[in-house]
């Protein structure tokens, strides 16, 4: 399977700020996808991250708070905007392919 | 959004126990997959099921994908602390490559 690095793999910020996080996979692969596990949850579908178009969106999330890029088949970054400490959250980027689904190990975020 | 009805919410069990714990869905999957997460890490992949009555054992997990294509059970045998973690189902329904996670099973395992 794919090997996915996030970075950062934490940080704590100041709310109204904005925090990209970037997905780095060592292999093409066609899906990719953001998902937020919020303290003590299950994992929550953000957005396919889709190359060369823009990404679509769950329901409950949305562009303006969530922009996410998808420059090329290897790359994704997702920004959470104007924070608020409601996104103190774990962000994970995940790869699908044949076997299943993959993940890095996470962006920790904390919003103080 | 939407997820998977996972059953226990969480175990305290002695080493050497069986676990077992299921995931149920009002939908349809076409793939569902148990994943083990540690604390500051990403899911971890333990058992991928691509077909319905499918049995698939990996060591001493064994996973099962259910007949109706609703849900699912994962086994774990002669627990060992080492177990300890969450473990999270997700199921793909056809037409699409995005998974929906259930709710996890919080796992303890007591020496």
């Known amino acids: 399977s794919a090997v996915i690095s996030q970075k950062p793999s934490r940080d704590i910020c100041q709310r109204g700020t904005s925090l990209t996080i970037q997905c780095q996979v060592d292999s093409q692969v066609t899906m990719m996808f953001w998902y937020r596990q919020q303290p003590g949850q299950s994992l929550t579908l953000i957005a396919t991250?889709?190359?060369?178009?823009?990404?679509?969106?769950e329901s409950g999330f949305v562009i303006d708070k969530f922009p996410i890029s998808r420059p090329n088949l290897t790359f994704s970054t997702l920004t959470v905007s104007n924070m608020s400490p409601e996104d103190s959250s774990i962000y994970l980027c995940s790869v699908v392919d044949l076997g299943g689904a993959f993940f890095g190990q996470g962006t920790r975020l904390t919003v103080v | 959004g939407q997820q998977l009805n996972q059953s226990p919410q969480s175990m305290f069990i002695q080493e050497g126990e069986d676990v077992s714990m299921n995931c149920t869905s009002s939908?349809?999957?076409?793939?569902w997959l148990w994943y083990k997460q540690e604390p500051g890490e990403g899911p971890v992949l333990l058992i991928a099921?691509?077909?319905?009555?499918e049995l698939t054992s990996n060591g001493r997990l064994t996973a099962q994908f259910g007949i109706t294509r609703k849900d699912s059970f994962l086994n774990i045998s002669a627990s060992i602390p080492s177990d300890v973690g969450i473990y999270f189902c997700a199921g793909q329904q056809r037409g699409t490559y995005k998974y929906i996670f259930g709710t996890g099973t919080r796992l303890k395992v007591l020496a």
């Open positions: 991250a889709n190359q060369g178009s823009e990404a679509t969106y």
């Open positions: 939908s349809i999957f076409n793939t």
């Open positions: 099921l691509y077909k319905a009555g």
